[in-house]
């Protein structure tokens, strides 16, 4: 699943993305509440996390717009204004949890959890599927002519970024940076080896094939008519 969170304090904002990506989310930051709402506004995701103090336009201001533009993705604040009357503020402008900082990172992974699945509408929606593959976003889990495929936290963020981006050529430099969160470094063969051991997973003894190396530009998961 897809998260966005905006967080000015550079510190935390790493935190929080580095431990929801091993946590097996892809996982986007914007370090402004202008880059926060636009990215809320234009791009497709499950659950933001949203501080309320921020640099151009504040928390308030971001989950605003997302419900008057008719978004109803499941928003939680992660702020240190704890008081009461913000709590109902924010809950009355749509928010649907309130988390006050400093935190635990376990209570807010439970929390996340907790709003993915309350959030859940139709199975089909939760569910990323391509011929007799299927990846289950709540449950976190991959099936294959329903068997069932143990991945790892890595291996099924990269999957689910191949599923969600079905019939792109995905170069490694785009790969990399959002499943490890790391710039392209030519000289490593990290991404190649994660691709060649999904690949042994899902791919080696079924057909039709559905992971597709195109040399020089990149990784596309898709079925393909020769297959």
Same mark, same amino acid.
């Given at each position: 699943?897809?998260?966005?969170?905006?967080?000015?304090?550079?510190?935390?904002?790493?935190?929080?993305?580095?431990?929801?990506?091993?946590?097996?989310?892809?996982?986007?930051?914007?370090?402004?509440?202008?880059?926060?709402?636009?990215?809320?506004?234009?791009?497709?995701?499950?659950?933001?996390?949203?501080?309320?103090?921020?640099?151009?336009?504040?928390?308030?201001?971001? !989950?605003?717009?997302?419900?008057?533009?008719? /978004?109803? &993705?499941?928003?939680?604040? =992660?702020? @240190?204004?704890?008081?009461? %009357?913000?709590?109902?503020?924010?809950?009355?402008?749509?928010?649907?949890?309130?988390?006050?900082?400093?935190?635990?990172?376990?209570?807010?992974?439970?929390?996340?959890?907790?709003?993915?699945?309350?959030?859940?509408?139709?199975?089909?929606?939760?569910?990323?599927?391509?011929?007799?593959?299927?990846?289950?976003?709540?449950?976190?889990?991959?099936?294959?002519?329903?068997?069932?495929?143990?991945?790892?936290?890595?291996?099924?963020?990269? !999957?689910?970024?191949?599923?969600?981006?079905? /019939?792109? &050529?995905?170069?490694?430099? =785009?790969? @990399?940076?959002?499943?490890? %969160?790391?710039?392209?470094?030519?000289?490593?063969?990290?991404?190649?080896?994660?691709?060649?051991?999904?690949?042994?997973?899902?791919?080696?003894?079924?057909?039709?094939?559905?992971?597709?190396?195109?040399?020089?530009?990149?990784?596309?998961?898709?079925?393909?008519?020769?297959?």
């Amino acid at each position: 699943m897809k998260l966005l969170i905006v967080e000015d304090e550079c510190k935390i904002g790493d935190y929080l993305k580095q431990g929801l990506t091993e946590a097996g989310f892809i996982v986007d930051l914007a370090r402004n509440g202008l880059d926060g709402q636009h990215l809320a506004m234009t791009e497709s995701y499950d659950l933001l996390i949203l501080d309320i103090m921020l640099p151009d336009v504040d928390g308030w201001r971001v !989950l605003k717009s997302v419900r008057e533009a008719g /978004g109803n &993705v499941p928003v939680m604040f =992660l702020t @240190a204004r704890d008081n009461v %009357d913000d709590r109902v503020k924010g809950l009355e402008l749509g928010a649907d949890d309130y988390l006050v900082k400093p935190f635990a990172f376990a209570e807010l992974l439970a929390r996340v959890r907790t709003l993915l699945r309350r959030g859940a509408t139709p199975v089909a929606e939760t569910t990323l599927k391509i011929a007799d593959l299927e990846l289950d976003l709540i449950r976190r889990c991959v099936t294959r002519t329903g068997q069932r495929i143990k991945l790892t936290a890595k291996e099924f963020a990269l !999957l689910e970024l191949l599923l969600r981006r079905r /019939g792109e &050529v995905l170069p490694r430099s =785009l790969i @990399a940076s959002q499943v490890w %969160d790391m710039n392209f470094d030519s000289n490593t063969n990290v991404i190649d080896v994660a691709i060649r051991r999904l690949r042994a997973k899902i791919d080696e003894d079924f057909a039709p094939k559905l992971i597709h190396t195109l040399r020089g530009m990149g990784y596309m998961l898709d079925i393909r008519e020769e297959d």
